[in-house]
């Protein structure tokens, strides 16, 4: 089922692996004619263009685009008990994780009398979006949303598409996650479409009670993973708002040695296949042993999961395969080269070799270290990079939602001292206003010359 990749006997360039390895992906510029005038209806007619899209592509209505209060209130007292706990359990742990990442003001004194502060500022209203589709998704609610708040954002509103099955509201346990996380703005929406009206804003005309007429303020940034339709609606708004990234299929690669669990192994590269056909899974060992463990573990849990023809798609993918490599000196190369999204190391010194990584969205270390732990409640985030980007771009975290902005403060002998070098730069650039500017506020300098 899981193809394979020979890279035993030499030495690789950077090029050569990213053209040899598996590697899936979505042609986002594939889809931009059909998502632009999506966008462009919504910017101009608002709520009832995406409601009109809505109902065209999903077959279904909200009573109203914001959820009542009432419904996110029943849906956090219908939720599970189990299914509470763990939630709870895994807010409680991101808080944790997310609650270090906070930034702090800095000031440094360039020269006497002279400073450059720098001040970390929340985006002020943020959107977060959760998908439905092939699974029901309160995790990414809890990824997105504790990071905001801890960064400090004042106003969050989530989307999410409405279900036909549950009234035309999201579903109850994505509201059960809002009420636990105490977001009281939820959004009936999904698709490009709300992207379009998490960016421009509206008014909702819908039935229910204090619904009609009120306002659907836009937002500053939207973050929140999403199929090829949101995320090239993203990449059409990011001119109007920030987004975090444009997020492809959710991959995993595995370097592991011939002592590695194959039964573990297997079943985390089935865990990944199981969120979409186009999910990447990949192997790279160097023992040809595991390699065919593992290929007959695959073949014989594949059979037993529950949702075994996109399992067995993602794996027969392109996307997906073993990799052979002639050491795990040689495996760490093609990992770096590969920057999954999430990077397992079931090696011996597994530690000693994580920390040789230089490209992952996210490491886990050692056998007990699974990607799904991180899915739900290790308290790291599982908004990550995808498609190579770890190799530039970091995951969801609290500095997603900030922005560092410099104070320059100097006074007049501390911009008189530097003045010279200012002007030697703006003459240097034929920018000789920029000198100017500089010059003018000291009478007693000549325009082309020092301070006296």
Avoid at 44 to 57: E, H, K, N, T, Y
Avoid at 272 to 281: C, F, N, R
Wanted: hydrophobic share 45%; with cysteine; glycine share 8%.
């Amino acid at each position: 089922m899981l193809s394979r990749t020979d890279l035993r006997g030499r030495a690789h360039t950077a090029a050569e692996l990213r053209r040899a390895l598996p590697r899936g992906g979505t042609d986002i510029e594939s889809v931009l004619a059909t998502v632009a005038p999506v966008v462009a209806a919504v910017r101009d007619d608002g709520v009832r263009a995406a409601l009109d899209f809505g109902a065209r592509f999903d077959g279904v209505t909200p009573p109203s685009v914001r959820v009542p209060a009432q419904v996110l209130e029943q849906a956090l007292g219908a939720v599970d008990p189990t299914v509470r706990t763990a939630l709870e359990e895994s807010i409680r742990r991101a808080r944790i994780v997310h609650a270090d990442q906070r930034r702090s003001t800095t000031r440094t004194e360039v020269v006497p009398g002279g400073s450059v502060t720098e001040k970390w500022i929340p985006v002020a209203r943020v959107g977060l979006y959760v998908p439905g589709g092939n699974a029901v998704y309160p995790s990414s609610v809890i990824m997105n949303v504790v990071p905001a708040q801890e960064a400090g954002v004042a106003s969050l509103v989530v989307a999410s598409p409405p279900q036909a099955a549950h009234g035309g509201w999201p579903h109850p346990t994505i509201l059960a996650a809002c009420a636990l996380l105490g977001i009281d703005e939820v959004w009936a929406v999904g698709g490009a479409q709300a992207v379009a009206l998490l960016t421009y804003g509206g008014t909702d005309i819908g039935a229910t009670e204090n619904s009609a007429g009120a306002e659907l303020a836009p937002v500053d940034l939207i973050t929140g993973p999403g199929n090829i339709y949101v995320t090239a609606a993203k990449r059409l708004c990011r001119s109007v708002v920030g987004i975090d990234s444009e997020a492809g299929p959710t991959e995993i690669a595995i370097l592991a040695d011939g002592d590695a669990d194959a039964t573990a192994v297997a079943a985390d590269l089935i865990s990944q296949a199981e969120h979409d056909v186009l999910a990447a899974s990949v192997l790279v060992t160097d023992s040809v042993d595991l390699a065919d463990r593992v290929d007959a573990e695959v073949a014989a849990q594949v059979e037993t999961t529950r949702h075994t023809e996109r399992v067995r798609t993602a794996l027969s993918g392109a996307q997906s395969g073993i990799v052979l490599v002639d050491d795990i000196d040689h495996g760490i190369a093609v990992v770096d080269a590969y920057a999954a999204e999430h990077l397992e190391i079931q090696t011996a010194d597994a530690p000693v070799v994580a920390d040789r990584v230089r490209n992952a969205g996210a490491i886990f270390v050692g056998r007990y270290s699974p990607v799904s732990l991180g899915d739900y409640c290790a308290g790291s985030n599982h908004v990550l990079p995808t498609s190579g980007s770890a190799r530039h771009s970091s995951g969801l975290s609290v500095q997603t939602f900030l922005r560092g902005v410099h104070i320059v403060d100097y006074d007049r002998a501390a911009l008189a001292e530097v003045a010279p070098h200012v002007v030697a730069l703006a003459q240097a650039e034929d920018l000789p206003a920029h000198g100017d500017a500089v010059t003018a506020r000291f009478v007693d300098v000549p325009a082309s010359g020092s301070p006296v």
